[in-house]
């Protein structure tokens, strides 16, 4: 049950409401401060918020719709009335990286990855404040039951008032591993912006990438801890969330994995950055396996589990460090393209 924080006639204010809303707004001046010439400044990370704020709400709510139809009369009637009924999270990370792409297709960004980059931090900002917002509501749907009175308080447990009984803060919990995340998005914006590959290019995109791939591995974990995960009609195993966030991990790994053997040619090193993820998201799935399967475990299995998506998202992390240019080659390769400008002239 939500909390009123004020009433306006007969229309009430939660403050559930009023922290989102900060957390956007957040989101927005974080975006807007981190906009550089090239990400299309100002003016394209306008556009990015408010295109993927209205239509990530939209493909939220109908991903939600599609999972739980039960809960719904029609798609038409979910669409219609957005302050009833839930949101899967994963169709606004959908939404927004659909717009930065129509964005770069208009020309309104000279670059995609530029663009995401400067969002990347704020967007990591806002899903803390939206995270913490459960703290005022019933959101925070745990599946994990606390008895032990001394893990009755935050950061571990969070009373349920729909239930009626005290959980585990999952959203809270969330919100505390997202502040590592930030930080290092926000390193990575700030020190790597306009770095150089080993291929002599200017990297972007890179600051995204890691945050997807480290809260692709969190929300993995965390949404198995919920009683109220989003399954796919087809699939009552794995959540949506899950499947959204395993093949995001697998995405990004593979991406800077094929760019590591482009830059160092094939190395055994790079065996192993390949069995240590694949290691990593199996343990993440033989756990959730097993959490299904033995309940009563799990205490164990989350710790496995975390284990294991930390793991592939650290492979991930590394894999990116590999193709990145060092301080003397960069400085070489700025001295040989000065001298190549040069001669053109």
Known sequence: MSIPAAYLGTEKIYWSAIIIALGALCALVFGLGMSKKDSGGLSAMSALFLTGTISGLYCARA???????????????????????????????????????????????PSYGALLDAFAPGA???????????????????????????????PIGSYSSSTGDWRFASFFAEAIVLIPIFILTLTI????????????????????????????????????????????????????????????????????????????????????????????????????????????????????????VIVSALMTYISYRTILAGKADALQMFRDRKKAEEAGE
Not at 71 to 87: C, M, P, T, W
Not at 125 to 136: A, H, N, Q, T, Y
């Open 63 to 109: 991903l939600h719709w599609y999972c739980h139809s039960e809960q719904y009369a029609s798609l038409g009637e979910a669409l219609k009335n957005l302050d009833r009924g839930g949101f899967c999270i994963v169709g606004v990370f959908a939404a927004f990286l659909v717009c930065a792409l129509i964005l770069r297709l208009v020309r309104l960004t």
């Open 124 to 154: 990591c900002v806002g899903l803390i404040f939206i995270r913490l917002s459960s703290l005022f509501d019933s959101t925070c749907r745990s599946k994990i039951v606390i008895e032990n009175p001394l893990y009755m308080s935050l």
């Open 189 to 308: 914006l700030l020190r790597r912006r306009g770095a150089l590959g080993k291929n002599g290019k200017v990297r972007t995109g890179d600051a995204v990438r890691i945050f997807l791939a480290f809260y692709a591995g969190m929300e993995i974990v965390i949404d198995s801890t919920r009683y109220d995960s989003s399954f796919l009609p087809a699939n009552g195993f794995v959540s949506a969330t899950q499947i959204f966030c395993a093949v995001m991990l697998a995405a990004i790994f593979v991406y800077y994995i094929v760019c590591s053997v482009k830059a160092n040619k094939f190395k055994l090193w790079h065996i192993a950055l390949i069995v240590l993820f694949l290691g990593g998201l199996g343990l993440a799935g033989a756990n959730e396996y097993l959490v299904q399967r033995h309940g009563d475990e799990y205490l164990k299995c989350y710790k496995n589990q975390s284990l294991g």
